[in-house]
């Protein structure tokens, strides 16, 4: 048992401060999270099958609820659902949690990668299928980043921008359209990630059920 349980990752992070209700969630059967994610909010937190949420990942619905597709990998560090850059999330009522369909805060499509330190804000914030959210990149509030795009490491997405499908956008702002068809390969490639992760990160789904 000790090999075993050798061969599972851990995060060798200082521990993340959880706060803010418990949210109401609905997880597939075969997701992976790891006992130390965040999640916090009032409002849902919807996980598609086969989604991988490393430690320390955050996931905050006090803007609106959450909804991660399916083979997402959402990596340590990473925040969606965060307030609108320099506006802090008002405080939630102790005890209130809905599941308001009104209230939508990020969606992100099957496939998608939001990579180490990334940060998706609340408020209708949508990031397409096969999508990879660079290291450090934050994407505003109200933004829709189209189909099998590509944010570089720290590229910052303003607040209700519309990035087209297979755009390819760097830190300094500039931007490239790729279509070489690549998106099945790697939506295979990212098939092939998670069943690695699923092996190396101890997974514990029910610390988060109501």
Known sequence: ???ASSNKRHSILP?????????PVQFSSSITIADSAILTG????????????????????????LAIGRRCIVHERSTLGCAPANRPALPSPVGLQTTDASLPGVTLGDYVTVEVGAMVEAGNTIIGEGTTVGVGARVGKGA????????????????GDVVPEFTVVYSNGQRRT??????GLRNKGQARQIDVLRRMIPSNPGKFSQ
């Open 42 to 65: 009032p409002h849902l937190i919807a996980i598609g099958s086969e989604s991988v949420i490393h430690p320390r990942a955050r996931l905050e619905s006090q803007g609106g609820r």
């Open 15 to 23: 521990p993340v401060q959880a706060g803010g209700p418990k949210p």
């Open 144 to 159: 829709v980043v189209g189909r099998h795009c590509t944010l570089t490491p720290l590229t910052v997405i303003a607040p």
């Open 178 to 183: 790729d279509r070489r068809g690549a998106a």
């Open 1 to 3: 048992m000790a090999a």
